[in-house]
């Protein structure tokens, strides 16, 4: 059956406000340890433009995730991070098909739409068909350590996460639509209207600010290029947790 056909006739879902979960916590996680020693920091990192000068040296054209539909958030941000953590690790360009992954999530939790757009249901549907979206594990970052997060950006590893869209507090707006006006992300009190997959792929000290690449590709803000936004340091303790996922060959 084409793959096309049964994405759009049967789980594909148009982006709106009102829909996904927070993954709830898993007592198989792994939470994630730092190999001993220390690493110099460098003041900025971003696997997006180091991924994308490996690419482009492999290929001859820039690395750009195409504009389409790619599945759901979940799958999409897998196949950012699975594909920039290869290319700054190995210098490896990949393929993984996020439409399959998204097609096997909503086939395996097809009575829960939001258990299907969950961030953890594509981490083990990417387990469970490791012939599909070969990987070895996934592993679970210290909740808000940003110290911890900045080391394995400054390794070459990219990070699947997420951020709740959530009213302003004149409660006239959300921070989707503030994102997208000011390029930055911020958390305010409020009452959530849903959760969205990205992936963290680098940070600068010099602004405070992290990088994250946004699954649906999308423009961010004026200042800011396509498929980027921002989201400041002080923030970071208030996205969802960031997991790592990598293979055999990637050490500790």
């Known amino acids: 059956m084409d793959l096309d056909y049964c994405i759009q006739k049967h789980f594909h879902t148009p982006f709106k406000l009102g829909g996904g979960t927070m993954d709830a916590p898993d007592k198989r996680d792994h939470i994630d340890k730092l190999p001993k020693g220390r690493l110099k920091l460098p003041r900025r990192v971003s696997n997006l433009e180091k991924g994308g000068k490996q690419y482009r040296s492999n290929t001859g054209t820039f690395l750009g995730f195409p504009a389409q539909d790619r599945g759901g958030c979940t799958s999409w941000g897998f196949e950012i991070v699975k594909t920039l953590t290869n290319l700054c690790l190995h210098g490896e360009t990949i393929s ?10 909503c086939m395996e939790y097809d009575a829960s739409a939001s258990k299907a757009a969950s961030l953890l249901s594509s981490l083990k549907i990417g387990l469970k068909y490791t012939q599909a979206f070969p990987f070895s594990e996934y592993v679970r970052l210290p909740k808000g350590d940003l110290q911890h997060l900045k080391v394995r950006l400054a390794m070459g590893f990219s990070m699947l996460c997420g951020v709740r869209w959530k ?3 004149d409660g006239k707006s959300n921070t989707y639509k503030t994102t997208l006006e000011t390029g930055v992300w911020r958390w305010y009190p409020t009452r959530a209207i849903t959760g969205h997959c990205v992936a963290i792929t680098g940070y600068n000290d010099d602004t405070g600010l992290l990088e994250i690449t946004e699954s649906l590709q999308m423009a961010w ?6 498929g980027v936004f921002y989201v400041p340091y002080e923030e970071y303790e208030h996205m969802m947790s960031a997991y790592l996922i990598r293979d055999m060959r990637d050490g500790e």
């Open 167 to 169: 009213m302003t507090p």
């Open 221 to 226: 803000g004026g200042k800011s290029i396509k």
């Open 96 to 105: 993984h098909d996020s439409r399959l992954h998204w097609l096997k999530q």
